[in-house]
């Protein structure tokens, strides 16, 4: 059974680009994580129809992932298919103040690009460390941009296994969703539109925010950046902080002393361990203040 299936993924896309029992710990930026069955790498969006439809058809389930970005997969691994949309879609193209890039393109890439071509309007993304397709996904955002600003369109793969070009008002975005979440799309690629700028300009903005994440974010350790969603009214990182839990550590994870709204692998951590941080985290946050804090980063597997 398991060798058809292997045979079956190897007539829609190269034996290269098809790992077995793949660690995850490498494709993840907590780098923790087990192993995933199976791993597989579409280099075009004709191959990533014909692997989900193969899974479909075989009940097997399946995850889409860029570069691991926001993610904390168990330390037992995943018993399915990791489809990795990432550096075998990641072409960038401009037209005029138009910047088109597949789903796999990184997105401080993109604003390298639009720098290098005097396009302005992108630089609030520069530093988050995710790909377009998971961007789009969850209306990323920092330093008062967000995605939803500069979006015009965005080519998707739907469940019902068409492809689909979603308008800037059919994404309906919100705080770090969209209807491409809420349906289960799978971006392909985007289309962001920008304006001319100057490029001195442009390079010193892009410059001031990678002094403010040097200096305020724990980038020098794993993490999966915020690691809790902004609760309405409040900064999570605040309330961690005013709960006393600046250092906070289980094992080898912690809560950074930089920035206490990251929870960092501070020392060889494991998935169990971040997670339990996490949960002893929101508890004595909502003792403290009565307030909730929702997990920013997705949980794969069994925990």
């Known amino acids: 059974m398991t060798q058809n299936f292997y045979k079956e993924l190897a007539a829609i896309l190269p034996e290269n680009r098809i790992r077995t029992d793949e ?3 490498q494709h993840t930026t907590f780098r923790t994580g087990g192993l995933a069955d199976y791993f597989v790498m579409p280099e075009t969006k004709e191959e990533l129809r014909g692997i989900v439809a193969l899974l479909k058809s075989a009940r097997r389930p399946y ?18 298919t990791i489809i990795q949309i990432y550096k075998e879609m990641s072409k960038i193209t401009v037209n005029g103040n138009e910047i088109r890039a597949q789903a796999g393109a990184l ?27 998971g961007a789009c996904v969850m209306n990323a955002g920092a330093y008062g ?8 369109e965005v080519l998707v793969l739907t469940p019902e296994g068409e492809f689909v070009t979603l308008s800037a ?5 919100g705080y770090r969703t969209s209807v491409i979440a809420k349906k289960g799309y799978i971006v392909l690629e985007a289309s962001v539109i920008l304006s001319k700028g100057v490029e001195k300009e442009i390079r010193e903005r892009m ?25 309405k009214g409040y900064f999570a990182g605040k ?8 250092g906070f550590r289980i094992g080898g994870a912690q809560v950074s002393e930089k920035h206490c709204g990251f929870v960092i692998n501070r020392e ?36």
């Open 239 to 246: 309330l961690i902080e005013d709960a006393g839990l600046r």
């Open 207 to 231: 410059e001031e925010l990678r002094r403010k994440r040097v200096s305020k974010q724990p980038l020098e350790y794993p993490s999966a950046g915020s690691t809790f969603k902004r609760p």
């Open 145 to 152: 941009g967000e995605m939803k600003d500069v979006l015009s």
């Open 63 to 80: 995850y889409i992932v860029g570069n691991g970005s926001n993610l904390l997969i168990s330390d037992t691994g995943y018993r399915g």
């Open 23 to 25: 660690p995850m710990k």
């Open 268 to 303: 060889d951590a494991t998935s169990a361990e971040i997670l339990e941080l996490m949960k002893q985290v929101s508890v004595r946050v909502e003792e403290k203040f009565g307030v909730t804090l929702e997990p920013e980063v997705k949980r794969l597997g069994e925990f």
């Open 107 to 133: 997105l401080s890439k993109i604003a390298g690009k639009a720098l290098e071509t005097g396009l302005t309007g992108f630089e609030f993304a520069a530093g988050i460390p995710g790909t377009l397709g």
């Open 169 to 173: 008002e059919e994404l309906d975005f």
